[in-house]
């Protein structure tokens, strides 16, 4: 088979690390895979034979110019299958639609973000996406127009209903596709309260993609302690609550390395260099996939302060991999993995203080810490099945064509 993906970008998250993975093992089992991009390609960017970009859509007239490039792709390399995976906020109902009328199309839901009309990156809590405006908890209803009267959307006006209407549109192409991916029970039960048909939901496990450079050291408690935090510089990954956490441990011994980059990076810098915490913290940047396994190797726990919902977690996932406690805010699909007292501890939404206050407990109970580390490796095994993964999602995409 040849099968068209359809993401975003070629590089941001654990979206696109998971659809690399993928591709290796089709690619393993004979199968072509093709990459369409729903941006444009970044300045400098070296495109490779299989890989075009088809720029951003929102409504009707950008819609129909990505869809006249979609289907010159589409005439010129016939896939058997397309899979749409992460373009959310940049991606027209319409370019959905046509999908679909173009060839059998598989819809992988990374994230719940994009159903809601709010902002995932809004300052304030109450103004992000599946968060409510009233209780600043996460929001577990359907997005339908209700919406409206629950002031949880940011605009106001004509453009607060344009938004609303259109985001209900999107969803509504999404359920008419002809199979629905996901990796957590989470993720099926919010597609299930927003009315997708259940027989079109496959929840199949995550696996995680070990990249050959990857090397698992053994645990041990004679490490210095380091905290790591791995993931994009933003509000909803909670890196301004960690820091936050982090000022509330000063009087400890540790190390806190924070993996990644984002919009949010100087504002973050500032917060540390305000909070005199600069000689603890380390800000790495960006850092490659392949590389990751250096800094979990380091780590005495990973954290996942993520303030909104996690369609499943990745990077806590591969922490258990190495053998490293998470410490988390009970958020979407991450306590299918994370077992509180167990691999790690699971912390109610929004407790900075709770979550400082385990850090602490974590990083001086030596013994605790090295018996959750035992646990993580042993319960990251069921996130190893290459094999069994593949040959589901290539038995969903046979389902699709028929």
């Known amino acids: 088979m040849k099968i068209l993906h359809i993401n975003s970008a070629p590089v941001y998250g654990g979206a696109e690390i998971y659809l690399k993975g993928l591709c290796a093992l089709l690619s393993e089992k004979g199968h072509d895979s093709i990459f369409c991009y729903t941006t444009y390609a970044p300045d400098g960017y070296k495109r490779e034979r299989n890989e075009y970009f088809i720029g951003e859509s929102q409504g009707v007239r950008t819609g129909l110019g990505a869809i006249k490039r979609l289907r010159r792709i589409i005439n010129y390399e016939n896939p058997d299958i397309i899979h749409l995976h992460s373009a959310d906020y940049n991606t027209s109902p319409l370019v959905i639609r046509a999908m679909k009328r173009m060839r059998p199309t598989v819809y992988t839901v990374h994230n719940i973000l994009g159903f809601c009309p709010k902002d995932p990156g809004a300052e304030r809590l109450e103004d992000r996406s599946r968060i409510l405006s009233s209780t600043k908890g996460i929001c577990d209803r359907p997005v339908d127009l209700s919406c409206l009267k629950s002031k949880c959307i940011n605009n106001r006006g004509p453009d607060r209903i344009y938004t609303l209407l259109l985001r209900l549109w999107k969803i509504h192409e999404y359920k008419r596709l002809d199979r629905i991916v996901v990796h957590s029970r989470f993720v099926k039960e919010t597609l299930l309260r927003q009315g997708f048909p259940k027989e079109k939901i496959s929840l199949v496990k995550m696996f995680i993609p070990v990249e050959r450079q990857w ?57 540390i260099e305000r909070m005199n915490l600069s000689e603890k913290v380390i800000l790495k940047g960006w850092v490659s996939h392949e590389m990751l396994h250096i800094y979990y190797n380091m780590a005495s726990v990973v954290v996942m302060p993520t303030m909104c919902p996690e369609a499943l977690g990745f990077v806590g996932i591969e922490a258990m991999y190495f053998g ?70 290539l038995e969903i995409y046979r389902e699709a064509k028929r």
């Open 215 to 271: 090397q698992r050291e053994p645990v041990s408690s004679e490490r210095d302690k380091a905290i790591l935090f791995i993931g994009s510089l933003s509000r909803a990954k909670g890196i301004f609550e960690f820091v936050r956490a982090l000022n509330m441990i000063r009087d400890i011994k540790y190390k806190a390395i924070i993996v990644g980059d984002g919009y949010c990076y100087r504002e973050v810098r500032r917060d």
């Open 324 to 393: 490293k406690p998470v410490i988390a805010f009970d958020s979407g699909g991450i306590n299918e993995w994370l077992r509180h007292g167990s691999n790690g501890y699971i912390v109610p939404f929004n407790d900075v203080k709770g979550f400082a206050d385990v850090i602490r407990h974590t990083l001086e109970d030596d013994r605790m810490r090295l018996k959750l580390s035992e646990n993580a490796i042993v319960m990251s095994q069921e996130f190893l099945h290459r094999d069994r993964h593949i040959e589901r999602i």
